[in-house]
């Protein structure tokens, strides 16, 4: 048997959800390009979930169902405040959370299509409300509910911050979710594929994907850009700061791939972003920071920004708490897992591959007594 570390190189599944071909990305055969100038995110869940861009009537109703769906059960809020809050961090905080909503879900363990239908609208519904409700909870306000005419976009950011967004940041914040939502076989896709494999529960999958995304080398590098802004604070600082990391051979956030080689498509829609949002609120140096940021890491180690660098500073420059950016990317992301989840369904096999033993040779066993 040979292995490959980290499964580089591994085609493990089949799938007809989205593509990465010569670094270009595609959800169901639409380009990213396209969609992130043209589509609402609701769109975009319908198509990774059906495959097919939605009719007008399809897409209202698919939004009434988002919104009808966004309450959650007065436990789950009244657990959030049994948290040791401050200490939590809100992906930790989402993680509990997502699998406490199944055990509010009668139908958990109904694997009927329809029955995991209507799991997948409950559970994109709801992860907007857990992660806004523990944002508020945690600095001591009351959650807001969602209300039924806004968009999904603006309805997170409605119940995040207590006011309806302006159309800017609507827009933007959509662009994004519209970015996140799926990326073929990453690591908290295949998490979930490979939980769901095992004919478990969709609350089961998208808990184990959420674990996934938190780490530094996936979801959790946005949240990582923002406090390496942080810490270099000024545009002057970049240089020194960067070259002694990379002199290092210490990993620089937001930035390289296992897939893209020449670069992300998605960093380009971001990084535009980032321009337009931090000149509006005053913060260029952020952005300034970033574009020399990335000069430095691509002209040096030929690495391109990845999805998490420019998010950073479009999420901040959006007012958002630092810690809630992964949680955002799990908010936007679950609608691929779901995708990935009843693809997997539709056509399941157990998900089992086998290591490359290179442990000791048979041993004896000898009695504690006498080790
Ligand atoms: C939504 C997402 O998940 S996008 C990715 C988000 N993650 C990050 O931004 C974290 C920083 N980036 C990384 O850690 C990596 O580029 C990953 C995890 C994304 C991809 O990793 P892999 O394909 O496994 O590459 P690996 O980590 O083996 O790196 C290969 C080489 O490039 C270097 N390298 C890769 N990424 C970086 C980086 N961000 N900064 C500096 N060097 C890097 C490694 O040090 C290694 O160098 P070496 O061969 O001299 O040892
Ligand atoms: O595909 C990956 O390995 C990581 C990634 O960019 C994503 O999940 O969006």
Known sequence: MTSTRGLE???????????????TLTYVGYNIDDLAENASFEEVVYLLWHQRLPKEDELAELKQQLADAMDVPQEVYDHFRTYPINDVHP???????????????????????????????KLQAKIATLVTAF???????????PKSDLSYAANFLYMLNGQEPEAIEEEAFNKALVLHA??????????????????SDMYSGVTAAIGALKGPLHGGANE??????????????????????????EKIMGFGHRVYRKGDPRAKHLREMSEKLTKLRGEEDLYKMSIK???????????????????????????????????????????????????????NRLIRPRADYTGPGLQTYVPVSER
């Open 293 to 347: 940021i990335e000069e430095l890491v691509t002209g040096q180690k030929n690495l391109p920004p990845n999805v998490d660098f420019y998010s950073a500073s479009v999420y901040h420059a959006l007012g958002i708490q630092h810690d809630l950016f992964t949680p955002i990317f799990a908010v936007s992301r679950v609608s691929g897992w779901i995708a990935h989840i009843l693809e997997q369904y539709a056509n």
């Open 9 to 23: 190189g591994v085609v493990a599944t089949q799938s007809s959800i989205s593509s990465i071909i010569d670094d």
């Open 91 to 121: 992906m930790a905080a989402l993680r509990t959370a997502v699998s406490l909503l199944g055990l509010y879900d009668e139908k958990a363990e109904d694997m009927s299509d329809e029955a995991n239908y209507q799991k997948a609208i």
């Open 135 to 145: 944002a508020r909870i945690r600095d001591g306000k009351e959650p807001v509910r």
């Open 182 to 199: 799926d990326h073929e076989l990453n690591a908290s896709t295949f998490t979930a594929r490979v939980c769901v494999a095992t004919l």
């Open 224 to 249: 990582q850009v923002m406090k390496m802004l942080t810490e270099i604070g000024t545009p002057e600082n970049v240089e020194p700061y960067i070259q002694s990391k990379l002199d290092n051979k």
